[in-house]
């Protein structure tokens, strides 16, 4: 169906609350708390909602699969997605952060950095003239420094309970971190109307 605009949610706990969101804005579907449905339809039929991980959000919404998405800063940035940011949607509100033990930074020489936020940690040191090994986690960042495999991470920092507890603590913040809801650029050019009627709606109780 043409006229429905097609939504890519993010699976998970943000998933959930911006699922809350819009139900607020008046835009949600009923989604059965049993409901194993990737695909589901508001009442009326304007709107369609999909769930996906969250680091895919941004490609379905690139790639024109989804007109419309909600996914992190981080997860927009790591991707560089080719998308129109249209709002902040102040949900799963976090920070990037370096992190270490106190004075990893200040040693010399080349600078081991576990991550799996590559392509941010790459911008953010190169930015400081500080030359890194970068080296790819996708889990447990926080071993990395207490194992000796390198000296910071980088990675998203919500409480810093987890730092604490093994004796790590942030070092650098590099960027506030929190949902956006984004759009395909063709679909903002010929579903304006509704694009912006979503828009306008989350607005209204943001």
């Known amino acids: ?5 097609d939504i890519a949610l993010p699976k998970g706990r943000l998933g959930e609350k911006v699922v809350k ?7 949600g579907c009923e989604l059965g708390e049993d409901s194993r449905k990737l695909v589901l339809e508001s009442g009326d039929g304007s709107l369609r ?5 969250p680091a895919d ?16 800063k981080d997860v927009l940035l790591e991707l560089g997605a080719d998308v129109y940011e249209l709002l902040d949607l ?20 080349v600078l ?14 190169q930015s400081r003239g500080r030359a890194i090994d970068i080296i790819k986690l996708n889990g447990s960042i926080e071993l990395a420094p207490i194992l000796g495999l390198s000296d910071v991470i980088v990675d998203i920092v919500e409480t810093g309970t987890t730092l604490r507890e093994n004796n790590l603590a942030v070092l650098e913040e590099i960027m506030p971190i929190s949902a956006r809801l984004i759009a395909n650029k063709a679909a903002f050019r010929f ?8 828009c306008a709606a989350l607005s209204r109780i943001l």
């Open 191 to 198: 579903k304006h109307e509704k694009v912006e009627a979503l």
């Open 112 to 125: 081991r950095v576990a991550t799996k936020f590559v392509n941010i940690a790459t911008r953010h040191f």
């Open 90 to 109: 102040g949900l799963g509100k976090c920070r990037m952060c370096v992190a270490g033990s106190p004075g990893a930074l200040e040693r010399p020489g």
């Open 49 to 53: 909602f999909f769930w996906v991980k």
């Open 1 to 5: 169906m043409t006229d429905t605009l």
């Open 21 to 27: 969101l819009l139900g607020e804005a008046g835009m």
């Open 57 to 72: 959000v941004p490609i379905y919404v690139e790639r024109g699969a989804a007109d419309a998405g909600v996914a992190g």
